[in-house]
Structure formats: C-alpha cells, structure tokens
C-alpha cells in the first residue's frame, strides 16, 4: 500500500512563496502522474499542478505562471513551488499519484493560508 505524506504549508503573507513537498512510502507502485490539487472551505477540489512520468506538466487556469511543480528524479517525491501567493489561494492543498493502472492514492492534506 502507498503512502503520501505532505508537508511545507503553512502561514504567508500575500505575495509570499511556499514550497509543498510530497513524497510516497509504502509498496510503491510504478507512478505514471503525480499532482497537487486544493479545496477551499465550501468549494470543490480543484486541479492546481500535475506531472507525468515524461515531465510534461499541466496547471490550473488560475496558476498564471505562480507555481512550479517538479517530480523527484527517484519519482518517489515531487514539489510544488508557490510564488506570488494571493488570499484566494488559502486552501488545503492534497498531493496524488496514479498508477499506469489507474489507481489513485490521495494524501493527507496540508493546509496553506494567505493573509492579505
């Protein structure tokens, strides 16, 4: 079974930068993509970055060119790099993987909160 431990959140002021990390233990299957998504209070989960197993990436319309995420050259780890962060962004922010299979592990959660 895989694990995913998140961690990096935190408190920042707007404008500030976070960096997420997330790394994966367990019976670790072969990671075909691996993504961060968030979920504010009251609103869905939504895509915020994800990366394939070839390093092509995909982000949330709303990342502007803000975030940046990178994949551990051991694909057991990956990061998200936060820059220019707004309130808006406030939000529990949840690391996944997928298997070629289609299986999907979610980690826990961390939370990140913006002040203005």
């Known amino acids: 079974q895989v694990q995913l431990v998140e961690s990096g959140g935190g408190l920042v002021q707007a404008g500030g930068s976070l960096r997420l990390s997330c790394a994966a233990s367990g019976s670790i299957f072969r990671i075909n993509t691996m993504g961060w998504y968030r979920q504010a209070p009251g609103k869905q989960r939504e895509l915020v970055a994800v990366i394939s197993s070839g390093g092509r990436t995909n982000y949330g319309e709303f990342v502007k060119g803000r975030f940046t995420i990178f994949r551990g050259n051991d694909a057991k780890t990956g990061s998200l790099q936060m820059n220019s962060l707004k309130p808006e962004d406030t939000a529990v922010y949840y690391c996944?993987?997928?298997?070629?299979?289609?299986?999907?592990?979610w980690g826990q959660g961390t939370q990140v909160t913006v002040s203005s």
């Open positions: 996944n993987v997928v298997s070629p299979s289609g299986l999907i592990v």
